[in-house]
């Protein structure tokens, strides 16, 4: 009876974290990715169906509506307590700090590769009859554009927690047509390329390097778009922007990045 009586109290026991109901999401998105992964597999051997379609948008709205339910719980609902928020913070560390592993990954294949340049590309790097990518082209461009991009970036976060409703949202706005033109130029800059991904271990490592963070561009770029309208919105207060805290962390793993890509990647 007294061991009941103590499972009663700890039952009942109040309190900070948010124990989330039932959601079809979770298990929706995991299907959703072992199907675009496996159509994606196909379609890179010539076998398109309509199937990598579905598997994409039904990841698409699987992610959008699980978002909505977050931020309903957090906004509307109040669960994400101060607790919640500094789990949430935490889980967003971690998955930085899995990006820049991954980063660090691409890093070692160039240095790997450009230190070391073995006999199958001629001992020489980048390999002969590669004309690699001038750094004071579209890359130029694209650099400043980023790191203008983090400035205002920073600057709509000041503003925010200041108070100042409109200049964060101005200086929001202004990160995303950055990363807008900046997704733009590496599509120009790709376009006017004198070598494919397929022409060497240096188009390989160029396309795979740059694709993945223009990828991680429009990520970022969509997280401060959903955090734009929220903003305007009235979501976010002076004390609680988790959310847009989150997309600034990974904005600026996105400049970072860069700028050593822009120095290890490119001919001056």
């Avoid at 051997?45 to 994409?56: E, G, K, N, Q």
């Avoid at 980063?103 to 002969?128: K, R």
């Avoid at 009235?234 to 890509?261: K, N, Q």
Wanted: hydrophobic share 50%; aromatic share 18%; charged share 10%.
């Amino acid at each position: 009876m007294k061991a009941l009586k103590n499972r009663l109290i700890v039952s009942n026991e109040r309190h900070p974290f948010h124990l989330v109901d039932c959601s079809p999401w979770p298990i929706i998105t995991s299907v959703s990715i072992a199907h675009l992964a496996i159509s994606f597999s196909l379609y890179m051997h010539d076998f398109y169906s309509a199937r990598l379609s579905i598997a994409f948008a039904c990841l698409l709205l699987s992610i959008a509506f699980w978002f909505h339910d977050i931020i309903l719980e957090s906004t509307f609902e109040g669960n994400h307590t101060k607790k919640v928020r500094k789990g949430i913070k935490i889980g967003m560390s971690l998955f930085i700090i899995s990006e820049v592993m991954f980063f660090f990954s691409l890093f070692w294949a160039l240095f790997h590769f450009s230190l070391f340049p073995n006999i199958f590309i001629g001992c020489v790097w980048p390999p002969l009859g590669i004309e690699p990518v001038n750094a004071f082209g579209y890359a130029a461009i694209g650099t400043l554009i980023l790191i203008v991009s983090g400035i205002s970036l920073t600057y709509g976060h000041r503003e925010l927690i200041k108070g100042e409703r409109a200049n964060s949202l101005y200086g929001i706005l202004t990160t995303i047509i950055f990363g807008i033109l900046f997704t733009i130029l590496q599509f120009i800059e790709y376009i006017n390329t004198t070598f494919s991904i397929n022409d060497t271990v240096f188009g390989s490592i160029f396309f795979l390097f740059t694709g993945f963070h223009g990828f991680h561009v429009i990520i970022g770029t969509i997280m401060l778009i959903i955090c734009f309208f929220r903003h305007l919105n009235y979501h976010f207060t002076r004390e609680t922007h988790v959310g847009l805290d989150c997309a600034i962390w990974y904005w600026h793993l996105v400049d970072v990045v860069w700028i050593f890509v822009y120095l290890s990647l490119y001919k001056y």
